[in-house]
């Protein structure tokens, strides 16, 4: 028995002004608070005049009020341009504890309800949802499809792109319905099986949820593209797993499983080690497994636990009880909590005896070795790893490996004899490990391996899939940066661009080159740099298709091009080009363009420009001050910035 009540809600933002209680079945007199008031954030309290009772069930109102904000959480005010005029909207933002920012409410993951929202506004003003709408005076007529009703809304200027988007979202609806053995019954967007029909017992798990909405995402993108044209497991190597290694190679990461005690250390890990570590070592587990096991593993976890809460160790058990039903020797959990309970990853080194014995070694990567450790999280197994591995030659060529070809090193081993055997390597043979980089791990060799494989990029670089040809350029890079390879080694992973045509290999290479421009932007080698650069694209182009003419340069300005004609502009000219961008920006509906006419006012020389760039949009977040910071001339504005602004800039 208690008498008082608790619910969470950010007291500094809203104004409770009364409780009333009954009974929720037949008639009771309501219990009248005898005092409000707040305890330490997030919570608010009533104190009542009689105790309630274990098992009745009671009803709680309670009359509040809030402002409507501009601090893009809870209930806040929006706005965009549409010609001249600005828009004004009313929108939510209540991921993950901003809920309690609009209204009072246990907005907890273990906590689930149904809410009901009534919404009062004057003609011709629309409401939108995530969900269906109960009743309204308006009619709003959706296209069905089976049991969905799934609409689209758009500004008029993106009416041409509604199609396409309610068929690929109904499409992928139905797709991942099949894929995960259910039909998700809730009528609203979200995240559907993984976070609502399945929820995170509590923040520990936080990744589960971004983990496998950002692997999902190319699950649904890879079942839309038939032709493959946009090879998007190829883009998943460079824009996840290479992307969240610049994070995880530091110091100062963090594992993906933490405890968590309170809100405000669960917001700081809605990063990328969250979102793109968990999504690659959810495709990683998933090759161990084979697609299969992994995707039966993932239908009874769903069956298991709907409408209940789970944590790691659930689905774990899953995929371990899917695999011995599949006659697979592995053990799930064993294998993931040394991906999960520690931080960072490991660099593979592979060398070739005389007689083709392979010998793998693992040690953690860090990309300053020297770098000190914090100490906040300590790793249970001294930063060893179940790993699995996967290699080929330059004589076999086998690069359609599946899960019977990983060959393990598990955390008792720093060097392991792999069992396996390989055909006798001459000077001018390779051996390449991490096949299409299923393994969350960088790969090093010896010299003189290195250098076989840069001779095969030269001769015939086709040989080798786009992906791991984009894996030789970041881990050579990488190792040369943190003293595990020889610089020598980084470069002459890029001599053969001249040839490459695909995507990914660039997209590696356009990285480690953006680092040598700024490093080399002060010194007599920056003009030899750009040569290199020009003399290696240029091949590309023309082979692509792109005709570098003036006829073409004075038509539109072609959207792959256009972040590198709003910068060239804004550089080269003064304020009034600058001007005309922010003009341009301002007026932009285009969410794409507009963040490129925004990034690009980070471009002019003129210091006091920059200065004003900083102030521009606050819901840009990061990406303005790693704009300016980009600048030669704005390093030390951005910096003198995110000092003066870090307690807000860490709110946000």
């Given at each position: 028995m208690t008498d008082s009540l608790k619910h969470i809600s950010d007291s500094s933002s809203l104004s409770t002004q009364g409780v009333s209680q009954g009974v929720s079945q037949g008639v009771s007199p309501s219990i009248a608070p005898s005092s409000l008031g707040t305890t330490p954030?997030?919570?608010?309290?009533?104190?009542?005049?009689?105790?309630?009772?274990?098992?009745?069930?009671?009803?709680?109102?309670i009359a509040f009020s809030g402002p409507l904000t501009d601090d893009l959480a809870g209930l806040y005010l929006s706005s965009y341009k549409r010609g001249n005029d600005t828009v004004y909207l009313a929108t939510t933002q209540f991921e993950s504890p901003d809920a309690r920012e609009a209204f009072p409410?246990?907005?907890?993951?273990?906590?689930?309800?149904?809410?009901?929202?009534t919404l009062l506004r004057k003609p011709p003003l629309i409401s939108l949802s995530n969900t269906r709408i109960r009743a309204t005076e308006q009619s709003y007529k959706m296209l069905e499809k089976g049991i969905l009703n799934f609409g689209v809304w758009a500004r008029s200027e993106f009416a041409s792109?509604?199609?396409?988007?309610?068929?690929?979202?109904?499409?992928?609806?139905?797709?991942?319905?099949?894929?995960?053995?259910?039909?998700?019954?809730?009528?609203?967007?979200?995240?559907?099986?993984?976070?609502?029909?399945?929820?995170?017992?509590?923040?520990?798990d936080l990744w589960l949820n971004e983990g496998f909405a950002s692997y999902v995402e190319y699950i649904g993108m890879d079942f839309i593209d038939k032709n493959n044209s946009w090879k998007v497991w190829e883009q998943f190597a460079t824009d996840v797993i290479q992307s969240v290694f610049v994070m995880d190679q530091l110091t100062t990461s963090h594992p993906l499983y933490v405890p968590v005690a309170t809100v405000s250390e669960m917001e700081q890990y809605f990063d990328s080690i969250s979102y793109e570590k968990g999504a690659s070592v959810i495709r990683m587990i998933k090759f161990c497994l084979g697609e299969g096991t992994f995707q039966r593993g993932l239908q009874r976890y769903l069956r298991d636990h709907a409408y209940a809460n789970a944590n790691h160790t659930d689905l774990w058990r899953a995929w371990d009880e899917q695999a011995r039903q599949d006659g697979q020797q592995i053990n799930v959990a064993a294998i993931m909590d040394t991906w999960t309970l520690q931080m960072g990853f490991p660099v593979i080194r592979l060398t070739v005896s005389a007689n083709g014995k392979v010998t793998a070694t693992q040690?953690?990567?860090?990309?300053?070795?020297?770098?000190?450790?914090?100490?906040?999280?300590?790793?249970?197994?001294?930063?060893?790893?179940?790993?699995?591995?996967?290699?080929?030659?330059?004589?076999?060529?086998?690069?359609?490996?599946?899960?019977?070809?990983?060959?393990?090193?598990?955390?008792?081993?720093?060097?392991?004899?792999?069992?396996?055997?390989?055909?006798?390597?001459?000077?001018?043979?390779?051996?390449?490990?991490?096949?299409?980089?299923?393994?969350?791990?960088?790969?090093?060799?010896?010299?003189?391996?290195?250098?076989?494989?840069?001779?095969?990029l030269q001769k015939d670089h086709q040989l080798i899939p786009p992906i791991n040809r984009a894996q030789i350029i970041d881990d050579a890079w990488n190792l040369a940066s943190a003293g595990?390879?020889?610089?020598?080694?980084?470069?002459?992973?890029?001599?053969?661009l001249d040839t490459e045509t695909d995507y990914v290999p660039w997209e590696a290479a356009a990285l480690q080159l953006g680092k040598l421009k700024t490093r080399l932007s002060n010194?007599?080698?920056?003009?030899?740099?750009?040569?290199f650069i020009t003399d290696k694209v240029k091949s590309p182009f023309t082979k692509l298709g792109f005709d570098d003419s003036k006829a073409e340069a004075l038509e539109?300005?072609?959207?792959?091009?256009?972040?590198?004609?709003?910068?060239?502009?804004?550089?080269?000219?003064?304020?009034?080009?600058?001007?005309?961008?922010?003009?341009?920006?301002?007026?932009?509906?285009?969410?794409?363009?507009?963040?490129?006419?925004?990034?690009?006012?980070?471009?002019?020389?003129?210091?006091?420009?920059?200065?004003?760039?900083?102030?521009?949009?606050?819901?840009?977040?990061?990406?303005?001050?790693?704009?300016?910071?980009?600048?030669?001339?704005?390093?030390?504005?951005?910096?003198?910035?995110?000092?003066?602004?870090?307690d807000t800039i860490i709110a946000k």
């Amino acid at each position: 028995m208690t008498d008082s009540l608790k619910h969470i809600s950010d007291s500094s933002s809203l104004s409770t002004q009364g409780v009333s209680q009954g009974v929720s079945q037949g008639v009771s007199p309501s219990i009248a608070p005898s005092s409000l008031g707040t305890t330490p954030p997030p919570t608010a309290s009533a104190r009542l005049d009689d105790e309630l009772k274990v098992g009745d069930q009671y009803s709680v109102d309670i009359a509040f009020s809030g402002p409507l904000t501009d601090d893009l959480a809870g209930l806040y005010l929006s706005s965009y341009k549409r010609g001249n005029d600005t828009v004004y909207l009313a929108t939510t933002q209540f991921e993950s504890p901003d809920a309690r920012e609009a209204f009072p409410c246990f907005d907890e993951p273990a906590l689930k309800a149904v809410f009901n929202v009534t919404l009062l506004r004057k003609p011709p003003l629309i409401s939108l949802s995530n969900t269906r709408i109960r009743a309204t005076e308006q009619s709003y007529k959706m296209l069905e499809k089976g049991i969905l009703n799934f609409g689209v809304w758009a500004r008029s200027e993106f009416a041409s792109s509604m199609e396409y988007a309610l068929a690929t979202g109904m499409s992928i609806l139905d797709y991942y319905g099949t894929y995960f053995g259910t039909n998700f019954p809730l009528r609203k967007q979200g995240l559907f099986w993984f976070g609502n029909l399945v929820t995170l017992a509590w923040w520990d798990d936080l990744w589960l949820n971004e983990g496998f909405a950002s692997y999902v995402e190319y699950i649904g993108m890879d079942f839309i593209d038939k032709n493959n044209s946009w090879k998007v497991w190829e883009q998943f190597a460079t824009d996840v797993i290479q992307s969240v290694f610049v994070m995880d190679q530091l110091t100062t990461s963090h594992p993906l499983y933490v405890p968590v005690a309170t809100v405000s250390e669960m917001e700081q890990y809605f990063d990328s080690i969250s979102y793109e570590k968990g999504a690659s070592v959810i495709r990683m587990i998933k090759f161990c497994l084979g697609e299969g096991t992994f995707q039966r593993g993932l239908q009874r976890y769903l069956r298991d636990h709907a409408y209940a809460n789970a944590n790691h160790t659930d689905l774990w058990r899953a995929w371990d009880e899917q695999a011995r039903q599949d006659g697979q020797q592995i053990n799930v959990a064993a294998i993931m909590d040394t991906w999960t309970l520690q931080m960072g990853f490991p660099v593979i080194r592979l060398t070739v005896s005389a007689n083709g014995k392979v010998t793998a070694t693992q040690k953690r990567f860090l990309i300053n070795p020297a770098a000190k450790d914090p100490g906040r999280f300590q790793s249970p197994f001294n930063y060893r790893w179940h790993v699995p591995i996967t290699i080929t030659t330059s004589k076999m060529a086998n690069f359609n490996v599946t899960e019977e070809d990983v060959l393990w090193l598990t955390p008792n081993d720093d060097t392991k004899e792999l069992n396996t055997s390989i055909p006798t390597l001459s000077s001018n043979d390779w051996i390449l490990g991490n096949i299409h980089q299923y393994g969350y791990y960088r790969v090093n060799y010896d010299t003189r391996n290195w250098e076989a494989l840069i001779r095969q990029l030269q001769k015939d670089h086709q040989l080798i899939p786009p992906i791991n040809r984009a894996q030789i350029i970041d881990d050579a890079w990488n190792l040369a940066s943190a003293g595990e390879t020889d610089i020598a080694v980084a470069l002459g992973t890029l001599d053969y661009l001249d040839t490459e045509t695909d995507y990914v290999p660039w997209e590696a290479a356009a990285l480690q080159l953006g680092k040598l421009k700024t490093r080399l932007s002060n010194t007599d080698g920056y003009g030899a740099l750009m040569r290199f650069i020009t003399d290696k694209v240029k091949s590309p182009f023309t082979k692509l298709g792109f005709d570098d003419s003036k006829a073409e340069a004075l038509e539109s300005i072609p959207p792959s091009m256009s972040s590198i004609v709003y910068c060239t502009g804004v550089r080269e000219g003064g304020e009034s080009e600058w001007n005309l961008m922010l003009e341009r920006y301002r007026q932009e509906s285009n969410p794409s363009q507009k963040t490129q006419m925004l990034r690009s006012l980070a471009c002019t020389s003129k210091v006091w420009l920059l200065e004003v760039t900083l102030d521009i949009k606050r819901d840009e977040g990061t990406g303005v001050i790693a704009s300016v910071a980009a600048n030669v001339n704005g390093r030390p504005l951005a910096w003198d910035f995110v000092r003066e602004n870090w307690d807000t800039i860490i709110a946000k």
